[in-house]
């Protein structure tokens, strides 16, 4: 089945960096890569998705990269706010569950201002 | 997500009970899920469901049960064979998909913190 690693599992950066968090995955049939913002005691909220046939995405200040050679999906968020703060999941296809999702254990990035 | 309502938010256990969340969606998903989250864990899939009457194990459903009898609501029981149920529990439901695109995005409720009494 797929196996998502995700890193790392904490970033702090300064107001107006750049933050970079990256995840791979195993199975090379994945095709649907999302990632998850959760503030404390909320639930996960989607922030951005893509799908195998495309190499990046962006909205606004988020962009995903996905390369499938290496098996492995970053999130970029440029000009970080305070409000950027929260934990971030990313998660892959389960490939044994339907069309369940397995998930990152998650990045906890604090933004200072 | 305003779609998806996860009741109670806030639910404690006593020894040898069983207790059930509710998770009721309006979104007229076919697909719903349970998702288990700890610290530092993630979030690890209880049970799925990809059609009202059916419903499956996914990685940790040992101490858990569910029933899809509308496609609205998959209730999930925590039982007492379930040793240690303090957690986060989460409902999720998606689209379902087509073809290559049978991911769809999933939503999530708001959740429900289960802790023992």
């Known amino acids: 089945g797929e196996n998502v690693e995700q890193h790392p599992s904490t970033l702090s950066v300064q107001e107006g960096d750049s933050a970079v968090i990256k995840c791979t995955y195993s199975d090379s049939a994945s095709n649907y890569f999302p990632w998850y913002k959760q503030e404390l005691g909320k639930r996960p909220q989607l922030i951005i998705d893509?799908?195998?046939?495309?190499g990046e995405k962006k909205d606004q200040r988020i962009a995903v990269t996905l390369n499938k050679t290496a098996k492995h999906f970053s999130l970029h968020i440029t000009e970080t706010q305070p409000e950027d703060s929260a934990v971030y999941f990313c998660a892959a296809p389960h490939n044994q569950a339907g069309t369940a999702l397995i998930f990152g254990k998650g990045t906890t990035l604090s933004v200072s201002s | 997500d305003g779609g998806i309502t996860q009741s109670p938010k806030y639910l404690f256990r006593k020894e040898g009970q069983n207790v059930t969340l509710s998770c009721e969606q309006n979104l007229n998903h076919d697909a719903m899920y349970w998702y288990r989250q700890d610290p530092g864990q993630g979030l690890r899939l209880i049970y799925y469901?990809?059609?009202?009457?059916?419903?499956q194990k996914g990685d940790i459903a040992e101490g858990y049960s569910v029933s899809r009898e509308k496609k609205e609501s998959f209730p999930l029981t925590v039982t007492s064979a379930q040793k240690n149920p303090t957690a986060f529990y989460l409902c999720?439901?998606?689209?379902?998909?087509?073809?290559?695109?049978?991911?769809?995005?999933?939503?999530f409720g708001d959740g429900t913190r289960l802790s023992i009494l």
């Open positions: 999720a439901s998606s689209m379902a998909g087509w073809g290559g695109n049978s991911n769809q995005p999933q939503h």
């Open positions: 893509i799908r195998s046939n495309v």
């Open positions: 469901s990809q059609i009202v009457n059916d419903f």
